[in-house]
């Protein structure tokens, strides 16, 4: 297998086994992703994963293959929009705590798991993680249309990016409960920039951006992604505050990592 010194995995699930869990903006957003990876940013390789395809065994193999087949002080983007969950913690010493979950087409990715698979990375490697989901109960992901130009009424429609858990007794409870482990370690011991959507108590929302539903996140980056050159992180964020959050969609994006990897430019 090729070895790379960029590559990506880009995952949108609009569809669900369920139907009643079905989104609409999620799909769009890995491929505006992918697109701008691909043609401004010039990566080696990019996997695209969306419904069915978007399965717990396609998208493990795929990271865990990037992580065995990238070179050293190369380039990893893993992103992901998409519902997300909490699940109570098994292993900790809490046991009201909760982890985080990215909700797959067929199976739960917890963090425990995808922590895991980071730490396969080779020596130096640099990750940016870009999550469009939410995983605490006390937000949502929720659909929201900007109705500018001909739209209508009849498509305004507003859905969370948010399954509650499965058991319920803790699914009722669980908006009291802290999230006791995160998706990522402490900022400082990190390893990858992570940027997401919003804040814990905030909503992330879905939009209609020339035609074509998106994640408000997902567009505002990849329309400053597409603007500027040679941008560091931390300044990707300072034009994501210009942004977001608006008088439409009232959420802060946030950015988490080590103060030497946000002064790094964006993908080198």
Known sequence: MSSYSKAAICVGINEYPNPAN??????????????????????????????????????VRA????????KDYG????????????????SGDEEDGRDEAICLYDRLLVDDTFRKLLDHAPVGLRMTIITDCCHSGSITRAAYV????????????????????????????SNAIPIKSKM?????????????????????????YEKSY?????????????????LTYYQLYKLLQQKLPSSQYPQ?????????NKKRIIFS
Do not use: W
């Open 214 to 230: 998106n994640g408000a996140l997902t567009y505002n980056l990849v329309e400053i992604l597409k603007s500027y050159t040679n």
């Open 184 to 208: 990522f370690t402490p900022e400082k011991d990190m390893r990858e920039v992570l940027i997401t959507g919003c804040k814990s108590n905030e909503y992330s929302y879905d939009a209609i």
């Open 22 to 59: 079905n989104l609409k903006g999620c799909v769009p957003d890995a491929k505006l992703l992918r697109k701008v990876l691909l043609s401004k940013y010039k990566f080696d390789n990019i996997d695209l994963f969306t419904d069915k395809n978007a399965t717990y065994k396609n998208v």
């Open 146 to 173: 900007n109705r500018f130009g001909n739209f209508s009424r009849s498509e305004t429609y507003m859905k969370p990016r948010y399954l509650p858990p499965e058991d319920d007794n803790f699914a009722l409870k």
């Open 75 to 90: 380039h990893f983007v893993f992103t992901v929009s998409s519902h997300g969950t909490t699940v109570p913690d098994l």
């Open 252 to 260: 802060t994006p946030q950015l988490e990592g080590s103060d030497e």
């Open 63 to 70: 990271i865990d293959n990037c992580m065995l087949n990238m």
